[in-house]
């Protein structure tokens, strides 16, 4: 297959953790300005694009630096960035995202926690990059660094890189070599499928929910603009009520089900993509894709328990005589159709779930049948 894949990968850190260094090394040419000191890279994100191999391109998104009396503004920022990247396309959002500490700095702050914490826990795969490794003596920091993340976020050690930015010549003349990039892109592979699995069934629960509150909403308005003080009960106006929400409610159940299928299919594409580079092509035969249930026969009925109970206890509540009859009568119609929407409502939600959860399950059946070459 031709297709060619995209993945994000956005860069973020306080000023001078070497963000710009990590991008400059991922690119291997000095493509942005780095620099100790003052915050060198201005406010934004800057984007650069690199094929990893011929048919994964990598989007790589180099971000203002936090400083201390920045705080919010840089949070702002970033949280534009990630809602402008938290959309149904599987092209339009952050694969992964990188946050960078300085090992130099020994320490981890309560901001770095609870940033990564508020960027893991909207399924957003957080890689921690600790630069400056090359320093030296750095190595009981880097532990208690892994340590600290490991214990107060859900990044585990294989999320957490050790990685020099930089080549350098030593005063004894010794050549340093820069490390960690291999190991980074590795796990941008690994995320970006993780990603694709994690993030599809919240995408269809989003839309599924949606759908299925307009449903709602446009029923209970029919309700209220249909149920007149002539008649409100009668046979036939009923029948074409129910018929209204029973046909829309199907139609609404499609469209979940097609949703569904197109989520699948795009992730489909990306796993076979990605299977060259598995080993053994391991990549499973999906057959039983996408069964999803029937809607089960959608009419309020006469008997049904909660709008009778309801209904009868309004109908109880106000004497029927005269124009407050009529009145009670429509109201009491207005309650016993908002009941079963209702429960016609959880019908449609139940549904929903089973196909998140069938979406979820065949993503992850074909998550498990690959396992990504290092
Ligand atoms: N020894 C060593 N120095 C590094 C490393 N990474 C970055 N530096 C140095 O740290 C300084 C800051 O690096 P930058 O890449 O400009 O940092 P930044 O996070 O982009 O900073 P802002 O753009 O200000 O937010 C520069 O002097 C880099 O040369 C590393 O891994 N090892
Ligand atoms: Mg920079």
């Known amino acids: 297959m031709d297709k060619t894949c995209e993945t994000n990968v956005l860069i973020l850190g306080k000023t001078g953790v070497g963000k710009t260094s990590l991008f400059n090394y991922i690119f291997g040419v000095d493509l942005m300005k780095t620099g100790a000191g003052r915050p060198v890279t201005g406010m934004g994100l800057?984007?650069?694009?690199?094929?990893?191999?011929?048919?994964?391109?990598?989007?790589?998104?180099?971000?203002?630096?936090?400083?201390?009396?920045?705080?919010?503004?840089?949070?702002?920022?970033?949280?534009?960035?990630?809602?402008?990247?938290?959309?149904?396309?599987?092209?339009?959002?952050?694969h992964t995202i990188i946050y960078c500490l300085s090992a130099k700095a020994a320490r981890v702050e309560d901001f770095d926690l609870e940033m990564i914490n508020t960027l893991a826990k909207d399924g957003n795969p957080v890689l921690v990059v600790l630069t400056h490794c090359d320093v030296m003596n750095v190595k009981p920091s880097i532990e208690a660094m892994r340590k600290v993340i490991t214990e107060k976020t859900s990044v585990q050690n294989q999320d957490i890189v050790e990685v020099s930015n930089h080549a350098k010549k030593l005063l004894s003349g010794k050549q340093t070599e820069a490390?960690?990039?291999?190991?980074?892109?590795?796990?941008?592979?690994?995320?970006?499928?993780?990603?694709?699995?994690?993030?599809?069934?919240?995408?269809?629960?989003?839309?599924?929910?949606?759908?299925?509150?307009?449903?709602?909403?446009?029923?209970?308005e029919v309700v209220e603009k249909n149920v007149g003080f002539l008649n409100p009960s009668s046979a036939k106006k009923e029948q074409a009520r129910n018929q209204y929400f029973d046909i829309y409610a199907q139609d609404i159940f499609d469209e979940i089900t097609k949703e569904s299928d197109a989520l699948f299919n795009e992730a489909y594409d990306y796993y076979n993509v990605f299977s060259s580079q598995f080993f053994g092509n391991a990549l499973v035969e999906v057959s039983n894709q996408q069964k999803t249930p029937q809607i089960t026969h959608f009419q309020i009925k006469k008997g049904d328990k909660i709008a009778s109970t309801i209904a009868g206890t309004i109908f109880l509540a106000i004497p029927v005589v005269g124009l407050l009859g009529k009145f009670a009568i429509r109201e009491k119609t207005k309650a016993y159709y908002r009941e079963g929407l209702r429960h016609n409502k959880a019908l449609l939600e139940n549904l929903l779930e089973s196909c998140v959860v069938i979406l979820n399950d065949e993503l992850k059946k074909i998550n498990s049948g690959l396992s990504i070459e290092a």
């Open 46 to 94: 800057f984007e650069e694009t690199i094929a990893l191999n011929p048919n994964l391109l990598l989007h790589l998104y180099d971000s203002w630096g936090l400083e201390a009396d920045k705080s919010e503004s840089w949070k702002a920022l970033i949280q534009k960035a990630l809602d402008q990247h938290n959309v149904r396309e599987i092209k339009d959002w952050f």
């Open 179 to 220: 490390f960690g990039k291999e190991q980074i892109i590795h796990r941008i592979k690994v995320n970006l499928l993780g990603s694709i699995s994690s993030k599809m069934p919240k995408i269809l629960e989003d839309i599924g929910h949606q759908k299925i509150d307009q449903w709602y909403r446009d029923c209970l």
